[in-house]
């Protein structure tokens, strides 16, 4: 490619140039020799470690296991783990950090609380807890039980998502809470809930080196999730790689095909494949009649999706449709992985359906090298998925099912009364009910919504409506502790024990390596206190450490697809290098790599998958004559997590990114606006204005700019729309306009 760019500077992408078939290509060593300064570089000369413990990184949900290297039980640096089997001796530059943020200078350090000038000042955990209990029951006392609510996190232990959740809920007599997943995983949980029968991402990482063609839609495992990427680079299969997404991305470089579709078409390209696929009779017709309902309907309902007619809606040449349907057709294991550039849209339950149905109609499923296959996020996306008491009953249960309700009365020793027999609100419903006057209270665990959540003016004015707002963080600086009345210090990753499940169902643990600063707790002693001064602490007595509570998880999982009540302990989890679930009592191991529905056996009474469609539904916001751009918004560098209150505190990782926001605008689209590379200019939508410096680049289509999520002032710009189905918000469209600064 010699196309004229300027991408930002000291970006990975320059270290990312590399063959696909090169299975230690310059990636390799651009992960493995990171620059000084990195890892054991910051063991000081007289701290030589004197032992070692490996424990599961706190960023992205691939688990990749990191080797900590102690001096007197306290973590002095850290080395990728060799053995482990998801990332075999691999990291990527946050995980080689992980330690150095630890010791940020505005780590929450004290209990604030919000004086009657308005200032933060610290208080003592007796008066916040204190606080936090009164104001809180006065709230629920004036307006009811559900006036108070809680946001939580897919960043935490599933012991504390848990403790959280049966607190919130069971004690305190919370209805409504929601995690950060909503703005990650909802679209992939509904869509597994409805067609699988469960929430359960069927795949192993090994299938990522056992397909013969990788379908990446929507997917930037390069920048997102680059250990992944690396397995794909490990396949010795010379597998064709087709990736799915508007933007050339690092990945789609790499693709053998790049399907570079008008934004927010996934739905017409997937079901003109499958209309090819039908046309030619390339499906596999006995597993479709063996393991799967409603296919007559859904080949009826994409006989309208002619080559022609899809080419014109996604831009894609009919031929390059027919490759793509030809190479799933020609592949013996071909597996489908999606992840935000799916899940984050206004129809994202369905265009990952359109995806689970290639899978069903093809057999590719349930076999080495296939499968429908949502790639998680955060490090323990998957634990909130099923653990964390929101929208499912702990374990994948229902709220609305009394024998549900039952069986998690008994386990934990309460009444069944006390359990709600409802789902709670939706992240979004939570919001309209702070502005409908319904919630007065709100309790922010481990998320930063004063930057990620769509469209902040819309937010900060929600936000300001609350009597009291309490955030739980690691930090006091993050944009939504400063807007708290009520500021809890954590402790973070490293400083606490527990475990996470990852994106292909592996349970893993964290540990604690060193201690948290000043008077900052583990969110499980904050979540027990809370319980204390509520007065329900007695339902706890039993769970007094996570690993106590990890017994009570295992009891809770049994029976459920979920099940681990095999595993012994944290020990076991230890010795095996990790657990897949399920991993019940009564059924040997597996092997160390295992997925889902071998047995062609779905989670729905009957067993069979389920066909779903629909017609595509029109965009909420289309780019117009006064917007005439339409604005993507994703991850930018593999060295920036999210709100960037952790990454941003690393000297190494803030020299491998842009420091300021920058908008991603097509060379052609520049020239017409007059907008020189490196320019600053402004960007506006109907909701904002801000500036981003310009990166001139054909990597993003005429018509189409995109910004990375890691600046605060992108979603100032969002336009808060979502799937109806799943209520995650559409963070990958909506309209702008460009201008240069007057
Ligand atoms: N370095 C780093 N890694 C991370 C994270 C991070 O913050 N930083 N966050 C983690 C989390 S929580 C998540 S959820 C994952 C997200 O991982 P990804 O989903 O891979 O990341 P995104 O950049 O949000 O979106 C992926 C792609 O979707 C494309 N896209 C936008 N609109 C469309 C569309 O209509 N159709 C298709 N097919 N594609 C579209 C975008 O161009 C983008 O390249 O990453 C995880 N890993
Ligand atoms: N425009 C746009 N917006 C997006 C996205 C996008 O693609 N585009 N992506 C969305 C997605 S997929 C996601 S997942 C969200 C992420 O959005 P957020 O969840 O808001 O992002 P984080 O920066 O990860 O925030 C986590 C917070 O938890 C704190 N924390 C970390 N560890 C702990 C802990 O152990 N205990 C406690 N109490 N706190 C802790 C951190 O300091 C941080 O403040 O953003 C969403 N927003
Ligand atoms: S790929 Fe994900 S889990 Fe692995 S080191 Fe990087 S952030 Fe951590
Ligand atoms: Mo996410």
């Known amino acids: 490619m010699t196309h004229e760019t300027s991408l930002p500077a000291g970006s990975l992408i320059a270290g990312l140039r590399s063959t696909f078939h090169q299975p230690h290509g310059p990636l390799t060593r651009q992960l493995q020799l990171a620059p000084a300064g990195f890892g054991l570089g910051h063991v000081p000369a007289d701290s030589k470690p004197d032992a070692t413990t490996a424990m599961v990184c706190g960023y992205c949900s691939t688990g990749c296991a990191l080797e900590i290297h102690l001096k007197e039980g306290q973590a002095v640096g850290l080395t990728p783990a060799q053995s482990y089997p998801v990332n075999r001796g691999m990291a990527c530059p946050k995980g080689w950090e992980a330690l150095a943020v630890l010791n940020a200078p505005d780590r929450a350090t004290a209990p604030l609380l919000r004086s009657e000038r308005g200032k933060l000042q610290p208080v003592?955990?007796?008066?916040?807890?204190?606080?936090?209990?009164?104001?809180?029951?006065?709230?629920?006392q004036r307006h009811g039980p559900e006036s108070v609510a809680w946001l939580g996190t897919g960043q935490m232990p599933t012991e504390e998502l848990a403790l959280l959740g049966a607190v919130a809920k069971f004690g305190m007599g919370i209805v409504h809470g929601d995690g950060n997943t909503r703005q990650c995983m909802a679209s992939a949980v509904v869509a597994y809930k409805q067609s699988f029968g469960f929430d359960a991402p069927p795949y192993t990482y090994q299938d990522?080196?056992?397909?013969?063609?990788?379908?990446?839609?929507?997917?930037?495992?390069?920048?997102?999730?680059?250990?992944?990427?690396?397995?794909?680079?490990?396949?010795?299969h010379?597998?064709?790689?087709?990736?799915?997404?508007?933007?050339?991305?690092?990945?789609?470089?790499?693709?053998?095909?790049h399907v570079a579709l008008r934004p927010k078409t996934d739905l017409e390209l997937f079901y003109g494949v499958a209309h090819i696929l039908i046309d030619g009779g390339w499906i596999d017709r006995d597993y479709v009649d063996a393991h799967t309902?409603?296919?007559?309907?859904?080949?009826?309902?994409?006989?309208?999706?002619?080559?022609?007619?899809?080419a014109e809606v996604t831009g894609i040449p009919c031929e390059?449709?027919?490759?793509?349907?030809?190479?799933?057709?020609?592949?013996?294991?071909v597996s489908f992985w999606w992840t935000m550039g799916v899940n984050q849209s206004y129809q994202g339950v369905r265009t990952?359906?359109?995806?689970?149905?290639?899978?069903?109609?093809?057999?590719?499923?349930?076999?080495?090298?296939?499968?429908?296959?949502?790639?998680?996020?955060?490090?323990?996306?998957?634990?909130?998925?099923?653990?964390?008491?929101?929208?499912?009953?702990?374990?994948?249960?229902?709220?609305?099912?009394?024998?549900?309700?039952?069986?998690?009365?008994?386990?934990?020793?309460?009444?069944?009364?006390?359990?709600?027999?409802?789902?709670?609100?939706?992240?979004?419903?939570?919001?309209?009910?702070?502005?409908?006057?319904?919630?007065?209270?709100?309790?922010?665990?481990?998320?930063?919504?004063?930057?990620?959540?769509?469209?902040?003016?819309?937010l900060r004015d929600i936000f300001s409506r609350l009597e009291f707002l309490v955030v739980q963080d690691m930090y006091d600086t993050t944009e939504t502790a400063q807007l708290a009345d009520l500021v809890l210090p954590a402790a973070g990753w490293g400083e606490k024990d527990g475990s996470f499940i990852n994106s292909e169902r592996r349970i893993g643990l964290i540990k604690k390596v060193a201690r948290a600063p000043g008077q900052a707790l583990a969110d499980f002693a904050i979540f027990r206190l809370i319980a204390d001064y509520w007065g329900c602490g007695e339902m706890l007595q039993a769970w007094n450490s996570p690993e106590a509570f990890f017994q009570t998880l295992k009891q809770l999982s049994q029976g459920q697809p979920c099940d681990f009540s095999g595993i012994r302990d944290y020990r076991m989890i230890d010795e095996e290098g990790g657990i897949q679930w399920p991993f019940p009592v009564d059924r040997p191991p597996q092997g160390t790599h295992r997925?889902?529905?071998?047995?062609?056996?779905?989670?729905?009474?009957?067993?069979?998958?389920?066909?779903?469609?629909?017609?595509?539904?029109?965009?909420?916001?289309?780019?117009?004559?006064?917007?005439?751009?339409l604005l993507l918004t994703g991850r930018g560098s593999a060295a920036q997590w999210h709100t960037q209150t952790r990454t941003g505190k690393s000297a190494v990782l803030r020299k491998l990114y842009p420091a300021g926001a920058y908008v991603e605008v097509h060379p052609a689209d520049a020239r017409e606006l007059g907008i020189q590379p490196q320019e600053r200019i402004l960007v506006e939508s109907q909701r904002g204005?801000?500036?981003?410096?310009?990166?001139?680049?054909p990597l993003v289509q005429r018509g189409t700019v995109f910004m990375p999520m890691h600046y605060e002032t992108v979603n100032q710009l969002t336009h808060a729309s979502f799937d109806r189905y799943s209520k995650q918000p559409s963070y990958k469209a909506c309209a702008v306009r460009l201008s240069r600064e007057a």
């Open 208 to 236: 990522l080196e056992e397909s013969d063609v990788l379908v990446l839609v929507g997917a930037n495992l390069c920048i997102a999730h680059p250990i992944l990427w690396d397995r794909v680079m490990r396949n010795p």
């Open 293 to 310: 309902a409603g296919f007559e309907e859904f080949a009826a309902h994409v006989r309208e999706y002619a080559p022609a007619r899809v």
């Open 595 to 629: 997925r889902l529905f071998e047995d062609g056996r779905f989670y729905h009474s009957d067993g069979r998958a389920r066909f779903l469609f629909e017609s595509p539904r029109s965009m909420p916001e289309p780019p117009g004559e006064k917007f005439p751009f």
């Open 689 to 697: 204005s801000v500036r981003a410096r310009a990166f001139v680049t």
């Open 352 to 458: 990952a359906q359109s995806l689970m149905n290639l899978a069903l109609m093809t057999g590719s499923i349930g076999r080495p090298g296939t499968g429908a296959n949502s790639i998680t996020g955060q490090c323990n996306a998957m634990g909130s998925r099923l653990f964390s008491n929101t929208t499912n009953l702990l374990g994948g249960r229902d709220f609305g099912n009394a024998t549900h309700r039952d069986e998690v009365a008994r386990i934990l020793g309460i009444d069944p009364a006390r359990i709600p027999k409802r789902d709670s609100w939706s992240y979004p419903e939570i919001l309209e009910g702070i502005l409908a006057g319904k919630i007065r209270g709100l309790w922010v665990v481990g998320t930063n919504p004063a930057h990620s959540w769509i469209n902040q003016n819309q």
């Open 238 to 257: 010379r597998p064709a790689v087709v990736v799915v997404d508007p933007r050339r991305t690092e990945t789609a470089m790499y693709a053998t095909q």
């Open 124 to 140: 003592t955990w007796d008066t916040a807890l204190s606080t936090f209990a009164a104001r809180f029951k006065d709230i629920q």
């Open 320 to 333: 390059d449709i027919y490759r793509l349907a030809r190479t799933i057709h020609e592949g013996r294991r």
